[in-house]
């Protein structure tokens, strides 16, 4: 079993920054050999890919909505998977998730991914 468990979210104002965290366990989950992803969901919307990060940290992907704004790392010895958000908009509003995928290439297509948490809600509001 894989228990995937994100934290971070809450209610942030325009223009201000927040950090996500997703800590993995799991009696047989090695997290440093999975590559690591975030993806959202706003309401109403299909969910999406956000950022991913390659097992090792040295590689990382991003949709073209965050680029430059947000910053997906992550820390092996803690098994824990980070995304840091900054000048958020009204459109960054959405259920966040992190996924683990144990391919060795970045992608962003959600069927990729063997495992999911339950996710954490941002909302960003003037």
């Known amino acids: 079993q894989v228990h995937l468990a994100e934290s971070g979210g809450g209610f942030v104002q325009t223009g201000g920054s927040a950090k996500l965290s997703c800590e993995a366990s799991?009696?047989?989950?090695?997290?440093?050999?999975?590559?690591m992803a975030w993806f959202r969901q706003a309401p109403g919307k299909d969910r999406e890919f956000v950022a991913a990060?390659?097992?090792?940290?040295?590689?990382?992907l991003y949709a073209d909505s965050v680029k430059g704004r947000f910053t997906i790392s992550r820390d092996n010895r803690q098994n824990m998977l980070y995304l840091q958000m900054s000048t958020l908009k009204a459109d960054d509003t959405a259920i966040y998730y992190c996924?683990?995928?144990?391919?060795?290439?970045?992608?962003?297509?959600?069927?990729?991914?063997?495992?999911w948490g339950q996710g954490t809600q941002v909302t960003v509001s003037s």
């Open positions: 996924a683990a995928d144990s391919g060795s290439e970045l992608v962003g297509n959600e069927q990729e991914y063997d495992y």
């Open positions: 799991g009696p047989t989950f090695v997290f440093s050999l999975w590559a």
């Open positions: 990060i390659s097992w090792a940290g040295g590689r990382t």
